[in-house]
């Protein structure tokens, strides 16, 4: 069975870190792209973060310089550091697999298998 498991979410205060870790198993293919996407109160999810086949990353420009993507394959973990947090950073956030890459990896329908969330608030 496909897992992904979210952890490190909390409460912080304004400009404070935190580190997302997600552990997944079971992912039935070979060559696969990974996100964090989160979903703020009241909002509809969105992508934030994805790390590409190639290990490349991309960010939505309201965490660039901010978040930082990273995946230990030898571990199965992937991980989100967020520094300089803000208040509307608050919101579920996600790890999920797909195998649509590039543009398409920012639409959350293009994700097949998604953890079950991880709350950050920030104030």
């Known amino acids: 069975d496909v897992q992904l498991v979210e952890s490190g979410g909390g409460s912080v205060q304004v400009g404070g870190s935190l580190t997302l870790s997600c552990q997944y198993s079971g992912i039935p293919y070979t060559s696969f792209c990974m996100g964090w996407l989160r979903q703020p109160p009241g909002k509809e999810r969105e992508g934030v973060a994805i790390i590409e086949r190639d290990d490349s990353m991309n960010y939505v420009d309201a965490v660039k310089g901010r978040f930082t993507i990273s995946k230990d394959s030898a571990k199965s973990t992937l991980y989100l550091h967020m520094k300089n947090l803000k208040a509307e950073d608050t919101a579920t956030y996600y790890c999920?697999?797909?195998?649509?890459?590039?543009?398409?990896?920012?639409?959350?329908?293009?994700?097949?298998?998604w953890g079950t969330g991880t709350q950050v608030t920030v104030s």
């Open positions: 999920a697999v797909t195998l649509f890459c590039r543009e398409r990896a920012w639409q959350p329908d293009a994700y097949r298998y």
